[in-house]
């Protein structure tokens, strides 16, 4: 059965981006219907009802769901918290919070996985080391990388920019991977944050923060996926297997999804690569008797994330004696035992921009890389600073 719009408001046409939606539209006004609108101009009913939705969608999006907010849920959109004031007389006024559809938002990540695919050339396999030792495994955390951040020396104390941010995230792999062993397996987990902005309105998605941001939104992700090939490309040479992670951070929860997507065409021929595309925000992986879990850190609170864990994955959190999480965000480093789990959170080697150096963080800059026995936990781990890189030029 054709749907009715009797009420669709005719207001609504200056959402249609063609004329031919403007005419679709105002037929669907007039008769009431798709079917009707679609017989009219010869076209299929879906042709015409997906018209209808996608203008429905636009204009939800920018703040226009007659009806829809008052009763119903807007196109594109979920149900949220809804808030009911009531009085002597009963139900006075109601608030309701509606959200982009998650299911779709994951639909669209999908079709962008396949526009990738079509237009990424994948690189070759590399022969793998002659020897890996299956015991252990190697997890590179990479503390929030903020590729794009701009810091100016006179009024920060530092400098950063996209060459300072690739020379020393490339130093940094250069010197980590070199100092440890040859792991059958690596994790290289990027923190969040992989990028400073998530888009070229150089500004914090949720708070609106304005950034300071160098170069355009498609440049610094060009810089960025340079970077993180040549790492992998370092720990290739080095390890059996390399795991890549990209959790999404605050300033670049989209940015973050579509690197994923991005580094999975691009390794797809790859079988020692292995990149996890899935959008939740906290993973978990297990080896051996060590749990890890990762995450960007602005969800949770570390005091909540040993139970959140064992919720979330209670058949490994069974199967594992070593429990570990690493988390970003906050730049400093931070190491707390709680019983049953480990909640490390790692420095960055970005410098700080102007908002973090006038509100006087002075954290130390450096990545790590912790290797973990299959069945003791961590036996080793090596430290990059940014005094070495400094100091080694």
């Not at 939705?53 to 594109?76: C, I, M, W, Y």
């Not at 992989?194 to 939104?217: K, M, Q």
């Not at 940015?255 to 292995?274: F, G, I, K, S």
């Not at 420095?347 to 299959?374: E, F, N, P, S, V």
Request: hydrophobic residues 35%.
């Amino acid at each position: 059965m054709a749907r009715k719009y009797d009420d669709l408001d005719p207001t609504l046409v200056e959402f249609c981006t063609t004329d031919h939606q403007r005419e679709i539209f105002n037929l669907v006004v007039e008769h009431g219907t798709c079917g009707a609108a679609a017989k009219i101009k010869g076209i299929g009913l879906s042709r015409a009802a997906k018209i209808i939705t996608q203008v429905l969608r636009r204009a939800a999006r920018k703040g226009r769901a007659p009806g829809h907010f008052n009763g119903g849920v807007a196109e594109g959109f979920s149900m949220g918290k809804v808030t009911v004031q009531r009085g002597p007389s009963g139900v006075e006024r109601t608030w309701e919070r509606q959200h982009p559809d998650d299911h779709r938002r994951r639909g669209v990540w999908e079709a962008i996985s396949l526009g990738f695919r079509e237009s990424v050339e994948p690189v070759e396999p590399v022969e793998a080391p002659a020897y890996c030792n299956s015991d252990l495994l190697t997890v590179y955390p990479q503390g929030d990388p903020h590729a794009g951040l701009r810091a100016w020396f006179e009024e920060t104390g530092n400098h950063f920019d996209l060459n300072e941010y690739e020379r020393t995230a490339c130093a940094a792999i250069d010197r980590l991977v070199a100092a440890s062993p040859p792991s059958a397996v690596a994790l290289f987990n990027d923190k969040g944050d992989s990028t400073h902005a998530d888009n070229n309105s150089n500004r914090t998605p949720r708070s609106g923060h304005s950034l300071d941001v160098e170069g355009r939104h498609s440049e610094v992700i060009r810089v960025n996926m340079k970077v993180k090939r040549y790492q992998i490309a370092r720990m290739l040479e080095r390890h059996g297997k390399v795991i890549v992670r990209i959790d999404p951070g605050n300033h670049d929860p989209e940015t973050a999804l579509h690197l994923a997507l991005m580094m999975d065409a691009l390794y797809e021929n790859e079988p020692r690569v292995e990149v996890i595309t899935s959008p939740n925000p906290y993973w978990f992986y297990e080896f051996g008797k060590n749990l890890i879990g990762t995450c960007h850190g602005d969800g949770a609170k570390g005091c909540d994330l040993p139970l959140l864990m064992a919720h979330d994955a209670p058949e490994m959190w069974g199967r594992t004696e070593f429990r570990v999480w690493f988390v970003g965000h906050v730049h400093h480093k931070d190491i707390k035992e709680y019983t049953g789990c480990t909640v490390e959170y790692m420095r960055t080697l970005a410098a700080k921009d102007a908002w973090h150096h006038g509100k006087g963080y002075r954290a130390q800059r450096d990545m790590q890389a912790i290797t973990l026995h299959r069945d003791t936990g961590e036996s080793e781990r090596h430290t990059c600073n940014i005094a070495v890189i400094a100091r080694d030029g």
